[in-house]
């Protein structure tokens, strides 16, 4: 195990009693007995990343004969599976107790005990989202040259329940893809290099230290701004840092005041969230309604103008009530710009101001009328509707 410095101090601790969330601390104790001592129904997110409980006989060492960290710490001593299985019902049960109805849980693992929290967090009620795979870039290599390397770890995104809503920022999500679905297979390097936490010595902090950019994607795809998330293993501080930059409430566990003291500082020197604005994504389902009709009302089109799709198979003429008209197997369909784009692709459904395009004397390119709903929304303000 790394040589830790010995606190000066410890963090901030309350043991008993709790009955208001001490929102942006660090809490020294038990996890099981402090997330008892919580309201219930307070927090809108849990992150977890529970001992592993590598089962491993003997240390695993580098080629240069050093050491392999976590291997054998203490905090990841079970006596039996049916140890740890016990501990890891008690803390899901605890941290059940304290989620919101529409909360979610993280809770990230390996091939040691991954498949066993899962079946106990079913148990309990939970109901499972996904399972992200995180493929990580840099991964340690396989040093005994007996397995395949170990080159991912799976997260498991759950609910409270089948009937709950959890929040999920899809637009957030896609913006972050290149405009397109978030899949479940996220490629991330380990943590290294300056991110690494290191004690006074020049030691790591804490020797399972998760990279910033993975907990960065966990809470900005499921928590607002605002949101409290609880870390019941807070080790070096991980999930309170992404939290402070966007702009959410952290509350961290831990029973190492070492690692609590690291953490606490760490947290210190990360700056204030920006204003809402920057932070928020709104949802398109979500956004003010824009009738067609309205681009023709402002000019943006007029009637008699031409519109197709991107790779124009299809063509529609505007007519002056918002309406369209296109030619579908020798005859004429008027209707909605939904209605027109299903009926000449033959689908039941169609979202009009994606499916229509549109050019201008200045552009040879399609261009989406969506762009035109966008342009009213702005100078209309309605952005204003959200609070930002």
């Known amino acids: 195990m790394p040589r830790l410095a010995k606190p000066s101090a410890p963090a901030p601790a309350v043991r008993r009693g709790v009955t208001a969330l001490?929102?942006?601390?660090?809490?020294l104790g038990d996890c099981i007995a402090l997330m008892n001592s919580l309201p219930a129904q307070s927090v809108d997110a849990v992150f977890a990343d529970p001992p592993y409980n590598l089962q491993l006989g003997g240390d695993l060492l580098r080629p240069d004969n050093s050491k392999v960290?976590?291997?054998?710490?203490?905090?990841?001593k079970f006596s039996d599976f049916a140890a740890y299985d016990?501990?890891?019902?008690?803390?899901?049960?605890?941290?059940k107790r304290i989620l919101k109805p529409d909360g979610c849980l993280w809770v990230i693992g390996s091939y040691h005990n991954v498949f066993r929290v899962g079946a106990i967090l079913q148990n309990l009620g939970f109901w499972i989202l996904n399972d992200i795979i995180w493929c990580k870039s840099n991964p340690m290599p396989n040093f005994r040259g007996k397995r395949f390397t170990n080159a991912h770890e799976t997260l498991i995104w759950a609910s409270t329940s089948p009937e709950a809503k959890p929040c999920f920022n899809y637009e957030a999500m896609k913006n972050m893809n290149d405009e397109k679905q978030m899949r479940s297979d996220w490629h991330l390097p380990i943590c290294s290099g300056k991110?690494?936490?290191?004690?006074?010595?020049?030691?790591?902090?804490?020797?399972?230290?998760k990279p910033e950019a993975l907990l960065y994607r966990v809470l900005l795809s499921s928590t607002k701004p605002g949101d409290v998330i609880l870390d019941p293993f807070f080790g070096s501080g991980t999930t309170g840092a992404v939290a402070k930059r966007l702009g959410r409430h952290y509350i961290g566990i831990d029973r190492d005041p070492t690692y609590a003291r690291y953490a606490e500082q760490r947290i210190a020197e990360i700056a204030s969230a920006p204003q809402a604005e920057f932070l928020l994504t709104p949802s398109k389902r979500e956004e003010p309604r824009i009738p067609f009709g309205t681009v023709l009302e402002r000019g943006l089109l007029h009637p008699g103008d031409r519109l197709f799709d991107e790779r124009e198979r299809f063509t529609a003429r505007v007519k002056a009530d918002g309406t369209l008209v296109a030619p579908c197997h020798g005859e004429e369909v008027r209707g909605s710009i939904h209605k027109v784009g299903a009926t000449v692709q033959g689908l039941p459904a169609c979202n009009g101001w994606t499916f229509w395009h549109f050019r201008t004397k200045t552009t040879d390119r399609p261009i989406p009328i969506d762009l035109l709903r966008q342009r009213i929304r702005a100078e209309t303000g309605a952005v204003a509707r959200y609070g930002v």
């Open 22 to 27: 001490p929102l942006n601390k660090i809490l």
């Open 69 to 76: 960290d976590a291997v054998d710490d203490d905090w990841d």
């Open 86 to 95: 016990k501990f890891t019902y008690e803390w899901l049960k605890a941290a």
């Open 195 to 209: 991110e690494r936490r290191r004690t006074d010595d020049g030691d790591k902090v804490h020797p399972t230290q």
